[in-house]
Each structure stands twice: as C-alpha cells, then as structure tokens.
C-alpha cells in the first residue's frame, strides 16, 4: 500500500543538538511538505518542495533545513538555532499542489527537546 | 494573511446525532480542505472542495464562496467520529500554502 512514513514516533534530544525526521513516500508524488502543530494552534508550514531538488520556505523555517535529492525523501533537520524545537512534526505530500490535489499524511514525530 | 475561524471549538454529541462544524475564512481562496486528526497524531484528508457539495459515506462538506464559509456535516454520528476536524485553505496566493484552523475537538458518546 501507498503512503508516508515518518520515523521515529517519538524523538528526546539535549538543547544545542542537531535532529533529522525522515519522512518517506512512495505515492510518487512531486509536492512534499513539513508542518509544524503545537497546542491550541493550526498547522504551520516550515518548508515544501514542488519538485525533487527544489523546495521553499513556509511561515516558520527558521532554525530548519531540508533536502530533497530524491522524489520519494524530505528529511527535515531541525538546527540548534531552532529557539522552541519542542513540537509534534508533521511531513505531507500531494501529487500537485495542495490548491488542486488532496494532501496525504504520515503519522508524525514527536520532539521533545530537553 | 487568510484568517481561518473554525466553530464550535469543542462538540459532545450522543450516538446518533447529527453534527455540524463551520469553517470562514477571510479572503478570496481556490480550494478548501476538511481534515480529521485522531487521538494518535495521524491525519487523514476528507474532502478537497472549491465549490458547491461534496459526499463520501455519512459525510458531507459544503462550500459557499461567495459568503466565504463552508461546513462538515455528519449524519447519524458514532464514538468512532470522535477526533479533531481540521480546516485548512489556500492562502497566499500560492499553490502549495494552506492556511489550518485550530480544529474542532469532536466527542461523540454511546
């Protein structure tokens, strides 16, 4: 079956330390993106990619990196720069782009930052 | 910016009720999604709409542009509905950005 996998679940790290979250697609869809949810408030957008090799910043990418080498990976790596990394991490992707085509998403990570 | 306002904010219904959530939003978009986000985390695309009505099984989400709101209807409710119901739209002016809705925490009960 198709889908988005994000890995791990959960992920505890110490304050000042690089993190990646994978997140892993095999829908060959062009369009990823990464959300950011904290309580009480909607998704945000950290970074998407329209196409392998490309991406843009969203509302929140500071403190954030991201790659895209290949069609089917958007690592996310959230820098020590990153001022309130604590937050439940979203990664989506759609075959166009989310103003014509549905949004398909993983299960998220966890970040705890400690 | 496109301002997302979702109501109610929480619902209690009974097994079997009929359920309304609306969703308005401020400026002029191409298309609306309804999401739902279950206790795990996980969210799950239910509708994509630009106009008019749309149906899948006991769901069913309307769109009126012209007063810039749309709502999620569920008809004869279960425990299993129980979840956050998300409202996102295009914004910006960009293909790729949506604007969420802080959800609507849905609790249905037997």
């Known amino acids: 079956d198709g889908g988005i996998t994000q890995s791990p679940k959960y992920l505890f790290r110490k304050e000042g330390q690089n993190v990646t979250l994978s997140c892993e697609q095999n829908?060959?869809?062009?369009?990823m993106y990464w959300y950011r949810q904290d309580p009480g408030q909607g998704l945000r957008l950290i970074y998407y990619s329209q196409i392998v090799n490309d991406f843009q910043k969203g509302d929140i990418a500071e403190g954030y990196s991201v790659s895209r080498e290949k069609k089917e990976s958007f690592p996310l790596t959230v820098t020590s720069a990153q001022k309130n990394p604590t937050a439940f991490y979203l990664c989506a992707s759609s075959i166009r782009g989310a103003g014509d085509s549905p949004l398909h998403f993983g299960n998220g990570t966890r970040l705890t930052v400690t | 910016k496109n301002e997302v306002e979702q109501s109610p904010q929480n619902l209690t219904a009974q097994e079997g009720e009929f359920i309304t959530i609306n969703c308005s939003y401020s400026?002029?978009?191409?298309?609306l999604h309804w999401l739902q986000q279950h206790p795990g985390g996980g969210i799950v695309s239910l509708f994509m709409?630009?106009?008019g009505k749309k149906k899948h099984g006991r769901l069913i989400a309307t769109i009126n542009i012209q007063e810039k709101h749309s709502s999620l209807h569920i008809t004869a409710s279960h425990p299993r509905d129980s979840a956050v119901y998300i409202c996102a739209v295009t914004s910006g002016g960009s293909n790729y950005k949506l604007t969420f809705g802080k959800g609507t925490l849905l609790t249905v009960n037997p």
């Open positions: 400026v002029g978009i191409s298309a």
């Open positions: 709409l630009s106009s």
């Open positions: 829908l060959n869809h062009d369009a």
